[in-house]
């Protein structure tokens, strides 16, 4: 959803090499049953509601042009965390929102542009849609994205919805008519104030956050009383709370400063338009009971998260979905999913507008039916050597050629490993994408192939032989610490997808891959001088350091994870979150034929 900051004045009117050293040394130590970190795996379970389908949204993406790697991002970064949810509560549903954002003045004109037309020799603007929708929806499948909801503005259930919050905030006295004027940006589809905006030496006068030319425009339109719920959003985002709302919590800080002027000199949060005249905007839902203006796209794109579960509902929100347990944008459309978002949201199902001044902040929050997103995912942007990605400059990374060059899997990869912390912009960069696929494809790839070898294979069997029961003890103590570190691995993972910080996760992955590489360098199995009884044991802890890291990724490299989940010879049971977390010092005896294949 390309949605920019709006502000307006008004007047009220009526995001390896490996050295290799023969096995020298044999210790006998205790192979004992190791904890599993369960306090911090059920940790999340205990205060969730598996009732509830858990409901994960990307903004939806507006498709005035094609897409580009920013798009891509933030897909990979919404499949990432459905398909953990599903792995670590595989009997709960997940729901998961993208698709596009349709309507508005941008669309309108690039329709135009570009030629299409219906049999009546009018624009199609519609067929122009569906066509770039279906551009979308094909990089969504391409990237191996597993929405269950692909949503569309132009869908009739969406208008539906659209209206029936229109009507019912009217009904409330949250719409009004006032004047609105301001520094209106066609790009951006918003409004600026005058401090937002400066003017260049030819006397044109741009927008500072983006550079999009402006022009004064004044408009009578249908108003929001945003500015109703100033106080009750500073309470929501300013509670105490053991997470802030919004994550990282920076941007939590910066939703605070939107909400609280700078200096007395600034009016504050103020209330703002929600349509536009139709003579000005046609390609849009128009307003109920008022054919002469349309609803403005962004306030018809934010109920998308909505219409996405069935709104308006016959029963408990909470039986579709909603609220969002997770929604993720961009930096730059903080405003309208911190802001204006919930506001809408305590204006549709909370007090009426009369009744909202006596009511304090906190019980405006409480008496809203329909509750708030739980949180709210804010990501940075990618660049390109230091520079926004722009189609004039020509530096526009296309996501489609990136995955046909590379692999699906290494494109998902590198997104997440490199944007995976969220705070600060990410340079994309070819270089950087080729050393992350040759060090994955080194750490889990080759590690397989060298670990499944016939040579290993066949002296690890002697080894089996050799020991009466399988054995109990260590005979190695890389092979102990690997161990120690794969069964541990899991719990890591989890606390740190439980707090988003994802990229952490990958590493705590890499960590364990890196010790197991590290192990059988230095142990050597495949040399003639080691104990086969140690190959054995080597062989069987790397099996089940590969079987934990396999599970570890499929939220990330959904195929590759599978490819090598189904070479170690396991069954579905066995490939499961539950499974990893009960792992033991018996995984070792247990046989599976391997196979050794390519994972890259």
């Keep these: 959803m390309s949605l920019a900051s709006v502000h307006h004045r008004v007047r009220r009117l009526p995001s390896l090499r490996f050295s290799y050293r023969p096995c020298t040394s044999t210790k006998l130590t205790k192979w004992s049953l ?47 965390l459905a398909r953990y949810r599903r792995l670590v509560e595989p009997q709960r549903e997940v729901k998961f929102l993208v698709g596009t954002d349709e309507h508005g003045l941008k669309i309108q004109q690039a329709a135009a542009k570009s030629g299409k037309t219906r049999e009546d020799g009018a624009v199609d603007v519609q067929g122009f849609c569906d066509e770039l929708s279906e551009v979308f929806k094909n990089l969504s499948k391409s990237a191996n994205i597993s929405y269950t909801t692909f949503a569309r503005t132009t869908q009739d259930r969406h208008l539906v919805a659209v209206e029936h919050v229109w009507r019912t905030l009217n009904e409330k006295g949250f719409i009004y008519k006032g004047e609105y004027e301001g520094w209106y940006s066609v790009t951006d589809e918003c409004f600026y104030t005058t401090p937002q905006v400066t003017e260049t030496t030819d006397g044109t006068h741009i927008s500072k956050e983006t550079g999009s030319t402006v022009e004064w ?94 709104y308006p509902w016959s029963g408990a929100g909470a039986q579709a979905g909603w609220p969002a347990d997770m929604q993720i944008i961009g930096k730059d459309i903080l405003r309208f999913h911190a802001i204006y978002l919930p506001a809408i949201l305590l204006a549709l199902s909370g007090p009426k507008y009369s009744e909202l001044v006596a009511t304090p902040p906190s019980k405006v929050l409480e008496a809203a039916s329909i509750g708030l997103p739980k949180r709210l995912l804010t990501h940075a942007h990618w660049t390109v ?81 050799q020991l009466q029961d399988g054995g109990e003890a260590f005979l190695h103590s890389l092979n102990e610490e690997l161990f120690q570190a794969a069964t541990k691995l899991p719990g890591k993972v989890q606390s740190s997808m439980e707090a988003l910080e994802v990229a952490d996760a990958l590493v705590e992955v890499l960590d364990v891959l890196k010790l197991a590489n590290k192990a059988v360098t230095d142990i050597a199995p495949w040399s003639k001088a080691c104990d086969p009884r140690v190959v054995y044991e080597t062989r069987q802890t790397a099996l089940l350091t590969l079987r934990v890291a396999g599970v570890c990724l499929k939220p990330f490299v959904p195929e590759t994870s599978e490819r090598l989940l189904e070479a170690l010879g396991l069954s579905e049971a066995e490939k499961t979150w539950e499974s990893v977390l009960a792992l033991d010092g018996s995984e070792r005896k247990k046989e599976r034929e391997v196979k050794a294949v390519r994972l890259f």
Excluded: C
């Design 385 to 465: 050597s230091q520079a926004k990605m722009s189609k004039s400059v020509g530096n526009v990374v296309d996501p489609i050629h990136s995955m046909e060059t590379y692999g699906v899997d290494i494109v998902r990869y590198y997104l997440a490993r490199v944007g995976g912390r969220f705070r600060d912009d990410v340079d994309w960069s070819f270089e950087q994408l080729e050393n992350h696929s040759k060090q994955l494809q080194s750490l889990l790839g080759n590690y397989l192939l060298r670990v499944a070898s016939a040579r290993i294979t066949a002296s690890a069997a002697v080894g089996r032989d």
């Design 217 to 310: 425009s004044k408009e009578y339109n249908y108003m929001f009383r945003l500015s109703a719920f100033r106080d009750a959003l500073v309470h929501h985002y300013s509670s105490n709370k053991d997470v802030t709302t919004v994550f990282p919590s920076q941007y939590n800080s910066v939703v605070l400063g939107m909400l609280s002027p700078a200096s007395t000199d600034e009016p504050g949060l103020v209330d703002i338009s929600i349509s536009r005249p139709r003579s000005r905007l046609t390609w849009g839902i128009t307003v109920p009971e008022d054919p002469e203006h349309t609803v403005y796209v962004w306030f018809d794109a934010l109920l998308i998260y909505l219409s996405g579960v069935g």
């Design 34 to 80: 190791l904890p599993t970190p369960t306090s911090t795996i059920r940790r999340w379970s205990s205060t969730s509601d598996p009732s509830k389908p858990y409901y994960i949204t990307t903004p939806i993406f507006y498709p005035n042009a094609k897409p580009h790697i920013g798009h891509l991002y933030t897909l990979v970064l919404g499949d990432v």
